[in-house]
């Protein structure tokens, strides 16, 4: 099933159509859907797509020139490609290398063959060039990068991002809104992973299945993540470790793990390239040393909580165990997922900015702006209805939070409702109510 990608589709055709040579670097997390978004937009125009494999060089050279000549000699990388300018008879081809970190890893060299292939055709050519690759700090270096043989030879690039929550729910037909809340905040928008659950089962048995059995698809992915990226992972590791247990800034991470401040930066810096973690700053606050880092990728977050810290073979046993412990926590980690949650909801509702609000011990889950208003709200994901209490304690919190000019609104959001006394405290004070139920039909 293919969902969402339509900007992105948008994009590719649209420089399809120019009458010039193109070169696009798609880059993206595992399993975040690159290929089938290449193969989703090639599946009507004349292409060559070539998916580089781990190991010898030659070996995929002989696989590249046998789809695009016939002949399995393994030719330099610019001599296949030339092959494939005069295939192409000057009309459109497009020509994806897939995997490219595999061609290019141990042997660089390729990079500068691109780039002296480009050179020379770019004036004349109709060909369309798609590099595509999972290990975006290859990608980064060779690719994309200001030191990289290709920099400045792209005539376009894409990013593919995990879907946010309402086009995940489109891949979780059939799951009640709050399962899917639940199996997005275990897995993000990752196409791949959500296709492993199965609606027709329940939430507990999904997660046993698909998610803690140590022989599922999932089990093995944050691993091969960080072995993607990184030759020595441990300290990576180590870092987003200290993260899942509340240590948020450089200091208090290279004090639970014995390593300097700067060493924790720098960790932190390539963790973020990669999108793995981010920098989470209070907002409206201005310049401020005030910054938490926080895991952004959702399967992380929830495999460093739950997962990592008793790792192995589970057997049966086990999965039983981490399935209890996971159940008496969930509803607790769900509720940093339903603030991400609401906060996509008002930025596609006419806000145009939003983030989190803290001065010291104090915390208002949502703020937003949209150049006129600066809308304060709590975000509550518990099992029985919001009662007016929370009303009162983010009107005196709100105190502290300076609108610089704007009108301020509130509102609460609640995974089950409200109360009848704080639906009559809302409706007398001028706050928005938000349920769940109601946010994405």
Not at 418 to 425: D, G, H, I, S, V
Request: with cysteine.
């Amino acid at each position: 099933m293919f969902v969402g990608r339509d900007f992105e589709l948008k994009v590719l055709n649209s420089l399809y159509k120019e009458d010039r040579f193109q070169f696009i670097p798609i880059t993206g997390r595992r399993r975040v859907g690159k290929t089938r978004l290449i193969e989703e937009f090639i599946k009507d125009k004349k292409a060559v797509m070539f998916k580089a494999v781990p190991g010898n060089e030659n070996i995929n050279l002989s696989m590249f020139n046998e789809l695009v000549s016939g002949d399995t000699e393994p030719l330099r990388l610019d001599r296949i490609l030339w092959r494939a300018e005069e295939k192409s008879n000057g009309e459109r081809l497009v020509v994806v290398i897939d995997e490219y970190p595999n061609l290019v890893e141990d042997a660089k060299h390729n990079g500068g063959l691109i780039n002296n292939f480009i050179e020379s055709v770019r004036g004349t050519s109709k060909l369309f060039l798609i590099l595509c690759g999972s290990s975006m700090s290859i990608m980064e270096s060779e690719v994309m990068g200001k030191k990289s043989p290709l920099y400045g030879r792209r005539t376009g690039q894409i990013r593919l991002r995990p879907f946010d929550f309402e086009t995940s729910r489109r891949m979780l037909e059939g799951f009640s809104i709050f399962d899917a809340v639940a199996i997005y905040g275990l897995v993000g928008g990752i196409p791949y992973y959500l296709e492993q659950f199965d609606p027709k089962k329940t939430l507990e048995d999904n997660i046993r299945d698909s998610y803690l059995n140590p022989v599922s698809v999932i089990a093995g992915e944050p691993e091969l993540m960080f072995l993607t990226e990184f030759r020595k992972p441990a300290t990576y590791y180590s870092v987003i470790h200290a993260i899942s247990k509340g240590r948020r800034t450089p200091s208090e991470i290279g004090q639970m793990l014995g390593m300097g401040t700067d060493m924790a930066s720098h960790t932190l810096g390539r963790l973020a390239l990669l999108g793995f973690v981010g920098k989470d700053e209070p907002f409206g606050r201005g310049r401020t040393k005030d910054i938490h880092y926080v895991i952004k990728d959702r399967l992380l977050a929830s495999y460093f909580r739950f997962v990592y810290p008793a790792r192995g073979e589970m057997s049966e046993h086990e999965v039983d165990a981490a399935w209890e412990h996971m159940d008496a926590d969930l509803s607790r980690y769900l509720g940093h997922v339903f603030e991400d949650i609401c906060r996509e909801y008002v930025l596609k509702h006419g806000y145009s900015e939003a983030g989190r609000w803290w001065s010291g011990p104090e915390e208002i889950d949502l703020v937003a702006s949209d150049g006129k208003r600066m809308l304060l709200a709590e975000c509550k994901y518990r099992n029985e209805p919001t009662d007016a209490d929370l009303i009162d304690g983010l009107l005196d919190k709100s105190k502290a939070v300076n609108p610089k000019g704007l009108t301020k609104t509130y509102a609460l959001f609640s995974k089950s409702g409200y109360t009848k006394a704080a639906e009559m405290r809302a409706e007398a004070d001028g706050i928005e109510l938000i349920s769940l139920g109601n946010m994405f039909r």
